[in-house]
């Protein structure tokens, strides 16, 4: 028996499969897209952002071309803002590239409600006009509250409402690559 409050947790992927998932996202955004062509990647703080690097090193190792990766803080864009903090903490934005006419991949390490999606689609168009958005993520755990789907998901995980994925990535936790899936008893 387990004491009340207590969070248990299951490994959901290892970092073989992590890696696998973004690979394969990789071939499918190269494939969709017809190549490297006016396409650019951008990491929504802060695992998006690992993501985003690791498929862009990816896509580069498959076509032997470089693709533009920026970085994107939507905390000020979120409609939760003052139910998160009343103090938030504001990160740097860096997209050194221009968007217009651009076919941008936004990456994320989750999709649930679609509330962060929806701030970065805010975000994304005070940078300019792209020709397309599309949306990658390594896990989709469903529970949508807004219309909002990945093009590209690394694995389905269809959690109850209650329990929570959590992904680690080396580059920002310091810890071998994994995907939780964390249970309150």
Do not use: W
């Not at 994304?124 to 998901?153: C, K, N, T, W």
């Amino acid at each position: 028996m387990y004491k009340k409050g207590i969070k248990m947790s299951s490994k959901l992927m290892d970092s073989d499969l992590v890696r696998r998932a973004i690979i394969r996202i990789a071939h499918e955004i190269l494939e969709k897209n017809k190549g490297t062509d006016q396409l650019c990647i951008i990491g929504i703080r802060t695992r998006g952002v690992v993501l985003a690097e690791r498929i862009a090193k990816a896509i580069h190792e498959i076509e032997g071309k470089p693709v533009p990766v920026g970085i994107l803080d939507i905390n000020l864009y979120r409609d939760d803002l003052t139910l998160v903090d009343y103090h938030p903490v504001v990160r740097e934005t860096l997209i050194t590239f221009d968007v217009n006419d651009q076919k941008l991949v936004l990456v994320d390490d989750v999709l649930f409600t679609g509330r962060t999606i929806r701030a970065a689609l805010d975000a994304i168009m005070d940078f300019g006009r792209p020709s397309s958005i599309q949306l990658a993520v390594l896990v989709d755990r469903g529970h949508r509250e807004l219309p909002i789907r990945a093009d590209y998901v690394g694995k389905n995980f269809p959690t109850a409402i209650k329990q929570n994925v959590k992904v680690v990535l080396n580059e920002s936790d310091h810890q071998e690559d994994a995907v939780y899936l964390e249970e309150n008893n």
